[in-house]
């Protein structure tokens, strides 16, 4: 197999602290910047699985960053430079303790409460007579609790979010104006490449001098759910799965093979067959998301490539 990155220990100079999300690795630096290292990690209901999977930690950093680029003039954000393939470097914000999901059809999550018999998400109705991964008739803001390492994400509504004083009514405003235009701007560099923005999470946080910015990753296949546009009402109305663009195809695996992240499952065997075709997936993703080919990075020593361009960047 490739070589993965599934964890990093560096000592970078002027670290305070270390914290390691489910994909991410976060070092600040001097209280004032953060070095994200985008690993190869792969979760999926919350859990992450055994294996790295080539390349994807580059694939998410790239996808990431060029879509920060593409969307700065609507929504500002942390990000200051990526010195390596698999690494940004931005503005120590304050996150937000929320993440904005936002859905524009009845897919995944939404999908299953629907099927459930539910009609309200986060506290938004969903109408009678839809369908699975039929459109919304106007895009719905579910946020979730931004779960601590190893927990789970929590729905909640817009009213509990104010109510227990997670984020000010002022702030969430803003989050959510932002949200909309994020996703109107996804939607549209979407359609240019004959795909559909179908749902996606964005963070946030605000910088020293109050500002809220975009922070983390945005629409990548991690965070975001995408359709093949050509053949997408046709496939409705056979009542067909559409070819999706997203992490779901590991998810349908996991649940396939009995795992749903549930207490007493077992995670079922990733073969190094599997693992090559799921990057084989996130290749195929990045290309179709962005439009260009994807250039694989040297990966013969992952860790100390990383290091050395993290290094070069702080000297200066």
């Not at 609507?74 to 937000?96: K, M, R, S």
Request: glycine share 6%; proline share 4%; charged share 25%.
């Amino acid at each position: 197999m490739s070589t993965t990155i599934t964890t990093t220990h560096f000592n970078f100079p002027g670290q305070k602290s270390v914290y390691r999300g489910k994909v991410r690795e976060v070092y600040n630096i001097n209280d004032d910047l953060l070095v994200m290292i985008a690993t190869d990690r792969l979760s999926a209901f919350d859990v992450v699985l055994p294996k790295g999977i080539p390349y994807k930690g580059q694939i998410l950093n790239q996808i990431a960053t060029q879509f920060m680029k593409m969307t700065q003039d609507i929504v500002p954000n942390w990000l200051i430079a990526t010195p390596d393939p698999n690494v940004a470097v931005g503005y120590l914000c304050e996150p937000f303790k929320v993440e904005m999901v936002i859905r524009g059809y009845v897919s995944g999550h939404a999908a299953r409460e629907y099927a459930a018999g539910k009609r309200t998400l986060c506290g938004v109705t969903m109408s009678e007579g839809l369908k699975e991964n039929d459109k919304f008739p106007t895009p719905i803001i579910t946020p979730t609790t931004k779960a601590d390492n190893g927990s789970h994400d929590e729905d909640i509504s817009r009213e509990a979010i104010l109510s227990k004083g997670i984020v000010s009514e002022e702030d969430y405003l803003v989050l959510e104006q932002y949200t909309r235009a994020l996703f109107q701007r996804g939607t549209e560099i979407a359609a240019s490449r004959g795909l559909i923005l179908v749902d996606t999470k964005y963070e946030f946080g605000k910088t020293k001098d109050g500002q809220i910015v975009l922070i983390d990753e945005i629409h990548t296949p991690d965070s975001s759910r995408y359709f093949y546009a050509e053949g997408y009402q046709e496939r409705q109305d056979r009542g067909e799965e559409q070819k999706q663009l997203s992490k779901e195809f590991v998810r349908r695996w996991l649940i396939e093979n009995g795992f749903q992240g549930q207490e007493g499952q077992q995670i079922p065997d990733m073969t190094d067959s599997y693992i090559e075709s799921v990057s084989e997936r996130y290749i195929e993703l990045y290309e179709n998301i962005l439009g260009e080919k994807f250039v694989k990075a040297d990966i013969s020593n992952i860790n100390e490539r990383i290091e050395k361009n993290v290094l070069a960047f702080l000297e200066k």
